[in-house]
């Protein structure tokens, strides 16, 4: 007698999705952490949404019956992960805003997919080739564009140097735990691995905020609350599970490359829902990003990298006689 099995893999295509969705959950903190940083000091408000997330995350990982991360190396991995993507970049970017105006924070930012795509060539062995480095300018490059507008408000801010530095330190601290991320891909539960990272970077951010601030300062009204879960939940808690889940099969380079339509999506959510303008800085901007994205993915996908090598078929069969 033959038996036959058939296992199906998640295409590319899908995967794509997955990075998409993250990248327009990330766009959409933007305006929820604009209106927050009125009603809470900043430090308390990003620990509050770190702790909520990995609470909501642990907590499905654990009703679902997921595997808590073992071993010394994982451990290890998600500490890297959690002071990276969770303190240091919660606190860079929540503390930026204070000094800094958004346009010159995205351009800064956004040399993240840069920094990390020179670690992956590192560490990962990742290989993209030119056309890989010509897409990660070409898309920097858009990004600039759209932020140049914003460019002269600098002149009038004496403390923009520290906003820089506070964005640099959260492109750091994301790069880092990009690559700790795309270590524990495939071998960790992804709920499991996003909420555990996220609780570990809390530890420090909420020490921080004792530290620094009075975080009974915190306006709680239904507003606060709203945009305190929409920021943790799903701005948070869904975007990094599916985030981890994306780099089980996409190499690092290809899906944070898509990071460059984060500011796209938040100009989007300003034209539909705050009345800004499209103009011909952002339209071109938004086509110099797309020409980048474009041209890192299909480097990346012409490369050979472990992974790719690893790959398993969209469907196996198997024959067994008995």
């Known amino acids: 007698m033959i038996r036959r099995e058939t296992v199906s893999i998640s295409r590319p295509p899908m995967v794509t999705i997955k990075v998409i969705a993250v990248m327009a959950l990330w766009s959409a903190c933007f305006p929820l952490i604009t209106v927050g940083l009125d009603l809470a000091p900043h430090i308390t408000f990003a620990a509050?949404?770190?702790?909520?997330?990995?609470?909501?995350?642990?907590?499905?990982?654990?009703?679902?019956?997921?595997?808590?991360?073992?071993?010394?190396?994982?451990?290890?991995?998600?500490?890297?992960?959690?002071?990276?993507?969770?303190?240091?970049?919660?606190?860079?970017?929540?503390?930026?805003?204070?000094?800094?105006?958004?346009?010159?924070?995205?351009?800064?930012?956004?040399?993240?997919?840069?920094?990390?795509?020179?670690?992956?060539?590192?560490?990962?062995n990742e290989r993209f080739g030119t056309a890989g480095i010509v897409g990660l300018a070409v898309g920097l490059g858009g990004i600039a564009v759209i932020a140049a507008p914003g460019f002269s408000a600098q002149q009038s801010n004496d403390h923009y140097l520290l906003g820089i530095g506070f964005v640099l330190l959260a492109a750091a601290g994301i790069t880092i735990s990009n690559v700790a991320f795309k270590y524990l891909a495939g071998t960790v539960d992804p709920l499991m691995a996003a909420g555990t990272q996220l609780l570990i970077?809390?530890?420090?951010?909420?020490?921080?905020?004792?530290?620094?601030?009075?975080?009974?300062?915190?306006?709680?009204?239904?507003?606060?609350v709203l945009i305190l879960l929409g920021l943790a939940l799903p701005?948070?808690?869904?975007?990094?599970?599916?985030?981890?889940s994306a780099l089980e099969t996409l190499p690092l380079t290809r899906a944070n490359a898509f990071s460059f339509l984060v500011p796209i999506f938040g100009l989007t959510?300003?034209?539909?829902?705050?009345?800004?303008?499209?103009?011909?800085?952002?339209?071109?901007?938004?086509?110099?990003?797309?020409?980048?994205?474009?041209?890192?993915?299909?480097a990346t996908g012409t490369e050979r990298t472990a992974l790719d090598d690893t790959a398993e078929p969209a469907a196996l069969e198997t024959t067994a006689a008995s």
């Open 269 to 298: 959510i300003g034209i539909a829902f705050y009345g800004e303008v499209l103009t011909i800085s952002i339209a071109v901007g938004a086509s110099l990003a797309l020409i980048g994205i474009t041209l890192v993915t299909r």
């Open 235 to 244: 701005g948070t808690a869904v975007a990094y599970w599916l985030w981890l």
């Open 48 to 124: 509050m949404r770190a702790l909520i997330a990995g609470v909501a995350l642990v907590g499905v990982a654990k009703t679902l019956g997921r595997p808590v991360p073992a071993g010394r190396t994982t451990w290890l991995l998600l500490i890297v992960a959690g002071v990276g993507a969770t303190t240091l970049g919660f606190l860079g970017m929540f503390h930026a805003a204070e000094y800094i105006a958004p346009g010159m924070a995205t351009v800064i930012a956004n040399t993240q997919p840069l920094l990390a795509a020179a670690l992956a060539y590192l560490v990962l």
């Open 201 to 224: 970077g809390t530890i420090p951010l909420s020490l921080i905020a004792a530290l620094t601030e009075t975080p009974s300062d915190v306006t709680w009204s239904p507003t606060f």
